[in-house]
């Protein structure tokens, strides 16, 4: 078996995915610092934008029942994109949690409608050499076709 090369760094490389980091940072809710008040039961998130984002620990339905010291061991992750728990070994992305407090726990299923409704239209280069390759085999039925197949297919 031949050696793997390992791939190849470009500068133009390395700027492109500098630039999508940075992309990815600003356009996705980023903590950077995250403190819990046992009088209050609170989380504090303060964020990338310099907001900080209040939240009580008994509405985070992963963390019902932990006890304070549970929940003063919260740690965050070294992306701002998550928190940890390493007594519990449990781990909740910040996009998450916010989201359950802003639209419910019920957004998850919409969004996944959603995702899986645009997934179908969304346009790739393999997506496209499929369709060329499907193309020069004739391409797809016509539907008084396909239905006359489909009819002469079941059995009576």
């Not at 903590?31 to 989380?43: F, G, I, L």
């Not at 998130?45 to 900080?52: C, G, I, N, P």
């Amino acid at each position: 078996m031949a050696p793997v090369k390992p791939p190849r760094f470009t500068a133009a490389k390395m700027a492109e995915w500098a630039r999508l980091a940075e992309a990815e940072r600003v356009t996705t809710p980023t903590a950077t610092a995250v403190t819990y008040d046992r009088v209050s039961r609170c989380y504090t998130l303060t964020m990338l934008a310099r907001a900080k984002v209040v939240l009580a620990a008994d509405a985070i339905r992963e963390l019902v029942g932990y006890d304070d010291e549970t929940h003063s061991s919260v740690e965050l992750s070294p992306s701002g994109k998550g928190l940890r728990w390493p007594s519990t070994d449990m781990d909740i992305s910040v996009t998450g949690l916010i989201m359950d407090f802003i639209a419910g726990e019920g957004w998850k299923s919409g969004y996944r409608r959603m995702l899986m409704s645009e997934l179908p239209k969304m346009k790739s280069p393999a997506k496209a050499k499929a369709a060329r390759e499907n193309g020069r085999k004739g391409g797809r039925p016509p539907k008084a076709k396909a239905a006359k197949v489909a009819e002469e297919a079941t059995p009576t």
